[in-house]
């Protein structure tokens, strides 16, 4: 890559990245539909790490995850009930999303643009569950609440729908990855039928 094309790289990174936060963050209704706001960010991390592999999946999970927390990071309440916010969570959990969405599925995916969607359905799946079991254990422990939301509630009114908007706002960001992406073309020249050197490397580790 010569330095005109790392300079694309960077610029549209970056203004991917600051668009998707603060759009998230500043217009939630504008983006609401079945009673869910679409995690813009959670699906640019996604489909970052799954069309364009594991190092820029991880370096846009990191950064994505920093400005979550510094936007909406989780509260939990410290000694005496007082709240604390916590941060580098999001920072933690978008670094995984973005190495997972790169290498899971790869074989048999191998980064089609058409399938790229059921990609952003598992990792928002898998996000969305963990997210209630962490939740749940956490009020279990602290015991501030006795019972946590229903199965049923969890998944038809929680999970479901979420996943739902997350596809919807996932497809113009696919045509927005493609025409207009942080690679000419929207393809990596080091990906050669879902596979790439930095990949193996990972897998070595």
């Known amino acids: 890559m010569n330095k005109k094309e790392r300079a694309r790289q960077i610029i549209v990174y970056a203004v991917y990245i600051t668009s998707v936060c603060c759009l998230q963050v500043t217009f939630p209704d504008v983006f609401r539909l079945f009673g869910r706001t679409c995690d813009l960010m959670l699906v640019f991390v996604v489909l970052s790490g799954y069309l364009f592999g594991t190092k820029d999946g991880i ?55 058409n399938q790229a969607v059921l990609q952003v359905i598992f990792i928002s799946a898998m996000y969305y569950s963990l997210g209630h079991i962490c939740s749940m254990v956490y009020l279990k422990v602290s015991k501030n609440i006795q019972t946590y939301h229903s199965l049923k509630y969890i998944l038809f009114s929680s999970i479901l729908p979420q996943i739902l908007v997350n596809v919807i706002a996932a497809l113009p960001l696919l045509l927005l990855l493609r025409f207009a992406g942080p690679y000419k073309k929207g393809i990596r020249a080091g990906l050669v039928d879902g596979y790439s050197m930095e990949d193996r490397r990972w897998q070595k580790i």
Do not use: C, E, Q, T
Request: glycine letters at 12%.
């Open 59 to 113: 370096v846009v999970g990191l950064f994505v995850g920093m400005l979550r927390d510094y936007f909406s990071g989780p509260v939990i309440s410290g000694i005496n009930r007082a709240p604390v916010a916590v941060l580098g969570i999001g920072l933690l959990a978008f670094f995984y999303v973005g190495l997972l969405s790169s290498v899971l599925f790869r074989k048999r995916f191998r980064r089609k643009y």
